[in-house]
């Protein structure tokens, strides 16, 4: 099958009055990516190697989303709703390309799992000519359910149409479906629209099927793989579905989440083994975390890179930009936005540092603020390795504070600190060339000099 080129054609043309948005139905989120994005790495995963759009509402709006998500992807507009059969013609001239395979799916089925797609997949690759996605709801009243017989599916019949015997059944239609593509257009057009509706229903081709003695089978997903989205209540229930999918994955990836249903990931969150993550934490999109960091409780972290070791938290927040070197620090209250937090750094509590630098081993008193905006335009503050930066302290940025640099707690610093010196800038600014260094060895040698009189 890994020869055999597939097509797959999206319907995301629904308005999606339920969801009660001016959005499109489909871009409305799971995980943070928009859940046609998750159908469409399904696709993907299961081996498409084209992709086809079919929008209708928002149509402007879905093709600049899907620059993002799916760029290769060609879009089609389905003018009049008309039909599921009526949708995928809309995508005719992608469709006449000469695919092996042509998988059907739904923009609003954002749990469906590669593996039942691939399932399908394998069908068509075995000589079926139609193989549709089934599944086993908890109840399957309201659903189409599907008709087999000899190991064959014969049809697909909507509840109201249904026998009292065929209502019995348990297997349900979940919509979607591959069809081999020698036979796909052929099928669709002769799909009719005479029924109560006047629609084109794409169910109506397994009959079609059928009576041209093509092979028609059913592969079966799981009731969650199925899902569909009309309203936020469901969208909701999806959401909690994938992040238990998610927790579940990365605790047996050797993560621990101390108490799981308080986590939050996002669709890319990356985590290494040996992370300890606590309560209430929330990743958004953009986060890497090496192996043994650990993330303390009520933390918000998005588009930051996390190296491994390093403690972040509790109720610490890390913006899109954020770099913690190996080993480095962010405690409690702190806020770091596109600054670089290098190798042993500690950035206790209470403080922001955004569009800076933090050296190596550098350490950041209670209440320090990187001063980085004035309103119009972010300016860069630099801080050098071994630097001590005292509580209280306003960082006027631009602003360089060099190698071995210290602070005095309380100060306005306004002007670059050289390596080594001690400013002051309380009232004014006073520097003391070399006086950092001194006050360094001072108190090196009385914290020496206390522990040996403790020892003895």
Known sequence: MSQRTCLSVILAAGEGTRMKSGMPKVLHAIAGR??????????????ATGLALVIGHGADEMRKAAQKFAP???????????????????????????????????????????????????????????????????????????????????????EKDCSEEEKKIGFCNAGMMAVAGKHALRLLDKVGNKNAKGE???????????????DVVATEASFENALGINNRAELAEAEAIWQARRRREAMLSGVTLIAPETVYFSHDTEIGADTIVEPNV???PGVRIASGAKIHAFSHIEGATIASNCDVGPFARLRPGADLRNKAKVGNFCEVKQATIEEGAKVNHLTYIG????????????????CNYDGYSKFF????????????????????????????????????????ALAFGRARQKTIPGKGKELRERFASAAAARKKAAAE
């Not at 928009?34 to 081996?47: F, N, S, T």
């Not at 084109?200 to 079609?208: C, K, P, Q, S, W």
């Not at 503050?381 to 930066?389: L, M, S």
Request: aromatic share 6%; glycine share 12%.
């Open 200 to 214: 084109y229903y794409l169910t109506d081709i397994v009959e079609i099927a059928c009576a041209e003695g093509l």
């Open 72 to 158: 290769e992807a060609e879009t089609f507009v389905q003018e009049k709703r008309l039909g599921t059969a009526h949708a995928v013609l809309a995508a005719r001239e992608a469709i006449s390309k000469g695919y092996d395979d042509i998988l059907v799916m739904f923009g609003d089925t954002p749990l469906i799992d590669a593996g039942a797609l691939a399932a399908a997949r394998q069908k068509l690759a075995d000589g079926a000519a139609v193989a549709v996605i089934g599944f086993r709801p908890p109840s399957p009243t309201g659903y189409g359910r599907l008709i087999e017989k000899d190991g064959h599916l014969v049809a697909i019949r909507e």
């Open 282 to 284: 929330w990743f958004g």
């Open 34 to 47: 928009p859940m046609v994005a998750h159908v469409v790495k399904a696709a993907e995963a299961a081996g």
């Open 355 to 370: 569009d800076a630098r933090v050296g190596a081993a550098a350490n950041i008193g209670a209440g320090t603020i990187t």
């Open 381 to 420: 503050t630099d801080i050098g390795e071994g630097a001590f930066v005292g509580s209280n302290s306003s960082l006027v940025a631009p602003v360089t504070i060099g190698k071995g640099g210290y602070i005095a707690s309380g100060s306005v610093i306004t002007e670059s600190v050289p390596d080594d």
